[in-house]
């Protein structure tokens, strides 16, 4: 029922700029909490940020702080990740997530949905 598509994953040279989109179906999107979550090859998980379900609170990680944004327009359903000033480091499978918004807050945090990913190559 729940199902997360990732979109705008490319090839983009060191420097450059994406933007990720995730569309959701199958859920109350605007009571969700969203989370954007990459994984680079030969590595774990890492939380790169979140967005509570009235879009009042954006944590991110120290890696991609001032230089990543995340936003939602709880209309459309959809999360997106504006990335700016890429670096090779950020290489990875961009995912997004969904959970039920509660009291315990949008980091640390189960995430019990996600997407399929989208690549995101930075090279030269």
């Known amino acids: 029922e729940v199902q997360l598509v990732e979109s705008g994953g490319a090839l983009v040279q060191p420097g450059g700029s994406l933007r990720l989109s995730c569309a959701a179906w199958g859920f109350t999107f605007g009571i969700y909490d969203m989370s954007w979550v990459r994984q680079a090859p030969g590595k774990g998980p890492e939380w790169v940020s979140a967005i509570n379900s009235g879009s009042g609170t954006t944590p991110y990680a120290d890696s991609v702080k001032g230089r990543f944004t995340i936003s939602r327009d709880n209309a459309e359903n959809t999360v997106s990740l504006q990335m700016n000033g890429l670096k090779p480091e950020d290489t990875a499978v961009y995912y997004c997530?969904?959970?039920?918004?509660?009291?315990?807050?949008?980091?640390?945090?189960?995430?019990?949905?996600w997407g399929q990913g989208t690549q995101v190559t930075v090279s030269s």
């Open positions: 997530a969904a959970k039920a918004s509660s009291g315990s807050g949008i980091t640390a945090a189960y995430y019990p949905y």
